[in-house]
């Protein structure tokens, strides 16, 4: 099974399509992504991009409300808090560090800390 992405103008996925294998196949028996995202294409419209379920291309599997940054071609969750940023491999990472304690918590943003979980 292939996994497609349909995007919307801002790039930010609308929703995710399971597709047969044989329907983005050439005729050499090859995954080719252009003929699956035409084949997504012919059926509703719109902008086509894979997606891995494995997370084996572009960083990791593709939800509704993801952006897919063409440049890097790679698809990045949203933004869980304001205050949070990317770090260098695009994950998002608050401005504090998770304590290294055991303990479980959670993001307070109002006060930009972890706060414990009783």
Known sequence: MAHF?????????LRVLVIADTDCVD?????????????????FGGKWVQTSYNNNIRKQYACIGFRYD????IFISPQPFPSWSLNENY??????????????YMWNEGGKEWVEVS
């Open 5 to 13: 992405a349909e995007l919307d103008n801002t790039n930010t996925v």
């Open 91 to 104: 994950d998002w990472q608050a401005p504090v560090e998770y304590p290294s304690d055991g303990k479980d």
């Open 70 to 73: 063409e440049n890097l071609d």
């Open 27 to 43: 005729e050499n028996n090859i995954e080719v992504e252009s003929i699956g995202s035409e084949y997504c294409n012919s059926l």
